[in-house]
């Protein structure tokens, strides 16, 4: 069983930067991988970044490849999304999870997740 709350969220202007945090506890921490992904009003949720359980593999989807970076320190448990040059089409609620099946590899579909937060809001002005 695994446990994730999210932070970080906020209204901010486009161009700006945010950092979103992804707290867990449970399992051990660095024996699964994690993603990030977002919701945004009438669209189904979608894959931003995903981590493997030691940080050496990282995923994007490509809307937000080279604005975006996901890393975890797994000694606070804890997954980071940084996310520069922030667009108002980001806005989103964005949502960390758990794959606990996974550790060396993490994947981009949402239907691997076993483990979810309640999610965060972003919302970007233009």
């Known amino acids: 069983q695994v446990h994730v709350v999210e932070s970080g969220g906020g209204l901010v202007q486009a161009g700006d930067s945010l950092r979103l945090s992804c707290a867990a506890s449970?399992?051990?921490?660095?024996?699964?991988?994690m993603g990030w992904f977002r919701q945004a009003p009438g669209k189904e949720r979608g894959f931003v970044a995903a981590?493997?359980?030691?940080?050496?593999?990282?995923y994007y989807a490509d809307s937000v490849k080279g604005r975006f970076g996901i890393s975890r320190d797994n000694a606070k448990l804890t997954m980071y999304l940084q996310m520069n040059s922030l667009k108002p089409e980001d806005t989103a609620v964005y949502y960390c999870?758990?794959?606990?099946?996974?550790?060396?590899?993490?994947?981009?579909?949402?239907?691997?997740?076993?483990?979810w937060g309640q999610g965060t809001q972003v919302t970007v002005s233009s």
């Open positions: 999870a758990a794959d606990t099946a996974r550790w060396a590899a993490a994947s981009k579909d949402p239907g691997a997740y076993e483990y």
């Open positions: 449970g399992r051990t921490f660095s024996s699964y991988s």
């Open positions: 981590i493997n359980w030691d940080s050496s593999r990282t």
